[in-house]
């Protein structure tokens, strides 16, 4: 839409529908985005972006409705603010994320297979001991940086290697998830999205590379999706694809979950106390540091028809940004929902998405969760914050560049 269709478009609209003026994308705002989803949840169940003329839902139960409905609210147009119906897609469509039931049914199977329990088993023993080798290593250092040396430094160990890529050029998985998450932001007149995009060719070119399946090494998640092409159940080009989707969704995802629970457990040094009396918390502590600080902030979905949600006309085509770390928060849903408690059931939370593309690497994210937070629940008597954490302007994840801290040994 123009800016002028922007502008007429809302002022056509009922003058009961709350308009948001704020620009959810300012830097300022996706630093401290809080107070915002605060004011959009209370302000309706479905408010208008005046900004970028689309739709957002806050609360739990709205975002719930719609991610559940993937008729109604599809994936296939994108699940950014660009329309793949009128705009040209940022990178040839992912299988699964910006994909719509039955294709998107038959591009899940591969990769539910690749990293299902069983496969996941024939990695663990690695994750857990590089857990100790990452919590060993930070002990010595005493000060670190939470973030470069554990939420960054063992995600991109464990997982590359468990896709089976060499141990080369890593950094660039960062750099590809970094373009993926922001293109899910406005990419016209976007300064957070022109930085991540600056050296966009020659990150894809390293991605599709090693997508490749001479890149990959045996018994790794990546070639398991191959074997699917060898069974004709794939081709060759989809399980590329597929592989693509692990190498996207993969690495930035758990770098942000493991950080973001670090940094609770920082400001939060009584919470930490209570996992360091009882590790086998772990796994649940991990479910609400997710709830609190959700990695992903939000997705889009966009309308296939004329609808109405929760009273409010929604046209065929419009875009509508589901707020997961909002609805994590809705006071509707959750008791004290801006208290880090590691014992509240978190169960429920949205920070996975719900529906048919609920998060299907969310295994994963468990047991690099399980493995590194559990060695420094048992080894860690106190995490002492030692300077203020820098969280990164992005315009789809919630991640810290940096979280200065020191670990008292148990
Ligand atoms: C994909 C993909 C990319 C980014 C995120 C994601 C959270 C998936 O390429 O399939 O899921």
Known sequence: MSDAAILE??????????????????????????????????AGSVVWIRKYGCWAVTRYEEVRTVLNDYQTYVSSAGVGYANFRTEEPFRPPSLVLEADPPAHTRARKPLAAAISNKALAQHQEEFTKQAKVYVDRALEMGEIDGSRDLAVAYPLKVFPDAVGLAPDGRETLLDYGNIVFNAIGPHKDNAVFADATKNAAAVTE?????????????????????????????????????????????????????????????????????????PSLTRHAFEEAIRLESPVQAFFRTASKDTELSGVKINAWDKVMCYYASANRDPRRWENPDKFDITRNAQGHLAFGTGVHRCVGRVVAWVEADALLGELARRVKAIEPTGEPVLRAQNAIRVFDSIPMRLIPA
């Not at 630093?31 to 949840?41: L, T, V």
């Not at 694809?241 to 009584?270: C, E, H, Q, W």
Request: hydrophobic letters at 35%.
């Open 9 to 42: 478009r809302s002022q056509a609209l009922p003058q009961n529908i709350p308009q948001m003026d704020f620009d959810p994308y300012d830097v300022e705002v996706l630093k401290n985005p809080y107070p915002y989803h605060e004011m959009m949840r209370e």
């Open 206 to 278: 390293w991605i599709m590379a090693h997508c490749a399946r001479e890149a990959l090494s045996p018994g790794g998640f990546g070639m398991s999706i191959y074997e699917f092409a060898d069974r004709g159940e794939l081709t060759e080009d989809e399980a590329g694809m597929l592989v693509r989707s692990l190498l996207s969704a993969g690495v930035d995802t758990t770098v942000s979950g493991i950080g973001n629970a670090l940094y609770l457990f920082s400001k939060n040094p009584d919470q930490w106390a209570k996992l360091h009396e009882d």
